[in-house]
């Protein structure tokens, strides 16, 4: 059984632990108090910073502007041939954090998982998670890697790159995330006398309720393409705005 390290325990870090628990002989390192209540509540042992590092294969699952520091913090660890992930909601920079720390005889992929511990209560079945090799990854071990994901936990798992993602991210999770926060802001809302689409809108609002500050606002600063897809929405919003208060296109 192939070895896992996971680097960080906070509310993705637990979902991947547990879900790769069965297929892999994991070591895991957070050194949170929360880490530490979560392990021990799983029956999940704590282990260094070194030998998490030291795994065939190391996760990071750490919030964006850690990816850079972690991955200085365990260049000198990492072993020859190990392949280092990142499950960050932007590729972009954490590709060229984790291609500048870590030694080159270490393989990356970048993946972002997108769903969260909300989205997955159901199970993984069917959810999406992109795959972006960064160094070292030829398209065997890509392969590998999909299969894996299909195969043992039914994710719909796809190849990309990180500028594509990100891209699409900018639009999909940016706007995705700034309505909800702006509704959010809105409550109290109806609950009785509703439409579907007012049904659907609410509920996409509950999957991202529950994510941290810290993953909005990476998502909305630290993807270069975010702020153009942001002023876009809000200069088409500004003109819909003024366009129904001086009544055009009014019978």
Not at 3 to 30: C, N, T, W
Not at 193 to 222: H, K, P, W
């Amino acid at each position: 059984m192939q070895s896992m390290g996971v680097i960080g325990l906070g509310a993705f870090g637990q979902l991947l632990a547990q879900h790769m628990r069965p297929y892999f002989e994991l070591k895991v390192h957070d050194p949170s108090d929360q880490a530490k209540a979560f392990a021990q509540a799983n029956d999940i042992a704590l282990t260094s910073l070194a030998d998490c590092a030291s795994a065939q294969i190391v996760v990071l699952a750490v919030p964006v502007l850690q990816i850079g520091p972690v991955a200085h913090a365990i260049a000198s660890f990492v072993r020859p041939g190990a392949t280092v992930f990142d499950v960050a909601s932007v590729k972009v920079g954490p590709a060229q954090a984790m291609k500048a720390a870590l030694p080159d005889h270490v393989r990356i992929i970048g993946t972002h998982p997108l769903f969260g511990p909300q989205s997955a209560l159901g199970g993984l079945d069917g959810l999406k998670i992109a795959i972006c090799p960064v160094r070292g990854a030829g398209s065997k071990r890509v392969a590998q890697v999909i299969a894996f994901l299909r195969g043992a936990l039914q994710l719909d798992a796809f190849e990309s790159n990180p500028v594509s993602h990100d891209k699409d991210m900018a639009m999909v999770q940016g706007l995705t995330h700034l309505i909800a926060k702006v509704l959010d802001q809105m409550e109290p809302l109806p609950r009785r006398q509703t439409t579907l689409s007012f049904d659907y809108l609410v509920n996409a609002m509950q999957l991202v309720r529950g994510d941290s500050d810290e993953l909005f606002r990476a998502i909305e600063r630290e993807n270069p393409y975010s702020a153009d897809v942001r002023s876009r929405f809000f200069r088409l919003i500004d003109e819909l705005r003024v366009s129904l208060e001086n009544g055009e296109g009014s019978a």
